[in-house]
């Protein structure tokens, strides 16, 4: 348990579904991060939230769009999407610093996602 | 975006060998993580190093902070069958963690 928590777990969808990837830390951290990780590739970041503000988009398409309404949960939503966004989504919390620096990065434990 | 080179990426050991993997980046990183992540799992974290030289251990893992502090190793003594899986390092720099490509280590009983 590393204090991040992620639902589903698994997620089957259709190209034409709409659906809500859902994050909650019980941390205290200040920056909350979606990642996706495809099969043999490192992990992509895709978003950043500082103290709720989205600080980073990795030029994600628009079909995913997040979501941040306090600094404990962050959301992903997903519409029409492609069968080559299958990954697991992985969502991170860390305590941002004021120097700049970063306390560690706690992961949750993923949705697996597949797209049909 | 910012690079990490892993390696190795990938280790067939015995049980009881020692195990040594690194990465590097062209980067300076304020702070160094490794992680090992199981299939279908979160990456789980097994070590944070915050400065220059910095040298720490966890159990059978230890992992230094380069001097350069643009790279780390992360070394596993007499590895045990559950050492299994893929070890991921991770730099911090601005607002961002960069990772590794990932060490998939597999122990051979």
């Known amino acids: 348990e590393t204090g991040v928590t992620q639902t589903p777990r698994h997620l089957v969808m259709g190209m034409t579904n709409k659906k809500s990837l859902k994050c909650e830390q019980h941390?205290?951290?200040?920056?909350m991060y979606w990642y996706k990780q495809s099969a043999k590739k490192p992990l992509e970041l895709m978003f950043v939230?500082?103290?709720?503000?989205?600080?980073e988009n990795n030029s994600v398409p628009s079909r995913f769009s997040p979501e941040c309404p306090n600094s404990s949960h962050l959301f992903l939503h997903l519409h029409t999407l492609q069968p080559e966004d299958s990954a697991l989504y992985l969502c991170?919390?860390?305590?941002?610093?004021?120097?700049?620096?970063?306390?560690?990065?706690?992961f949750g434990p993923g949705t697996r996602l597949t797209v049909l | 975006g910012q690079q990490l080179n892993q390696s190795p990426q990938s280790m067939f050991i015995q049980e009881g060998e020692d195990v040594s993997m690194n990465c590097t980046s062209s980067s300076i990183f304020n702070t160094w993580l490794w992680y090992k992540q199981d299939p279908g799992e979160g990456p789980v974290l097994l070590i944070a190093?915050?400065?220059?030289?910095e040298l720490t251990s966890n159990g059978r893992l230890t992992a230094q902070f380069g001097i350069t502090r643009k790279d780390s190793f992360l070394n596993i003594s007499a590895s045990i069958p559950s050492d299994v899986g893929i070890y991921f390092c991770?730099?911090?720099?601005?607002?961002?963690?960069?990772f590794g490509t990932g060490t998939s280590l597999t122990v051979i009983p």
């Open positions: 991770a730099g911090h720099t601005g607002n961002q963690f960069y």
């Open positions: 939230y500082n103290f709720k503000e989205q600080t």
């Open positions: 190093l915050y400065k220059a030289g």
């Open positions: 941390l205290g951290h200040n920056a």
């Open positions: 991170a919390s860390s305590q941002e610093l004021p120097s700049g620096r970063a306390d560690t990065q706690y």
